[in-house]
T-cell receptor, first 108, second 115 residues
Framework: DAKTTQPNSMESNEEEPVHLPCNHS???????IHWYRQLPSQGPEYVIH???SNVNNRMASLAIAEDRKSSTLILHRATLRDAAVYYC?????????FGQGTRLTINP | NAGVTQTPKFQVLKTGQSMTLQCAQD?????MSWYRQDPGMGLRLIHY???????DQGEVPNGYNVSRSTTEDFPLRLLSAAPSQTSVYFC??????????????FGPGTRLLVL
């Protein structure tokens, strides 16, 4: 089964862009890539998803490598409210498989 | 809309006891699923359902049963609780389980402690 690899933690400053990487070298051609984030003591919250092309929404951008073996979640201007654990998730068929997540700390 | 609701919020069980974790959604979502999250870990899929009457196994189904008799409800049953099932359990739902899974809406979670 395809798995995702993420750094355990990252730190950034408020109002600066943040690039969260994810490796998924064993992903198949039909697996979608999703990103969710989780605040303490809460359920995960959807951020963005894509298949092959880069995607943008009001929360973030998703850049997918041409070979699809990696992707990057981009928060364009981090705020303190963006501090959370970010999960890179691949979708195989009708199942979501979560990675270990990256704990993002935002410094004021 | 209440969204996805889960009951109870917290439960303590003794080894060997059985119980049912309740999950309900009022958004008319077809797809529902159960995950467990162990401390410091990501979520792992237990069971999922693409519609009433249809269920399937996820990554870690052993020790758990599900059924989907209505669109709104997706209960998770622990048959004989074990300490290894101590975890936080999340229920999620989305409009459709076809193609790209739509945005998953997660409930607040149930914290389960098995002694």
């Amino acid at each position: 089964d395809a798995k995702t690899t993420q750094p355990n933690s990252m730190e950034s400053n408020e109002e600066e862009p943040v690039h969260l990487p994810c490796n998924h070298s064993t992903i198949s051609g039909t697996d979608y890539i999703h990103w969710y984030r989780q605040l303490p003591s809460q359920g995960p919250e959807y951020v963005i998803h894509g298949l092959t092309s880069n995607v943008n929404n009001r929360m973030a951008s998703l850049a997918i490598a041409e070979d699809r073996k990696s992707s990057t979640l981009i928060l364009h201007r981090a705020t303190l409210r963006d501090a959370a654990v970010y999960y890179c998730v691949f979708q195989g068929a009708q199942k979501l498989v979560f990675g270990q997540g990256t704990r993002l700390t935002i410094n004021p | 809309n209440a969204g996805v609701t889960q009951t109870p919020k917290f439960q303590v069980l003794k080894t060997g006891q059985s119980m049912t974790l309740q999950c309900a959604q009022d958004m008319n979502h077809e797809y529902m699923s159960w995950y467990r999250q162990d401390p410091g870990m990501g979520l792992r899929l237990i069971h999922y359902s693409v519609g009433a009457g249809i269920t399937d196994q996820g990554e870690v189904p052993n020790g758990y049963n599900v059924s989907r008799s209505t669109t709104e409800d997706f209960p998770l049953r622990l048959l004989s609780a074990a300490p290894s099932q101590t975890s936080v359990y999340f229920c999620a739902s989305s409009y459709s389980g076809q193609g790209a899974l739509e945005t998953q809406y997660f409930g607040p979670g149930t914290r389960l402690l098995v002694l």
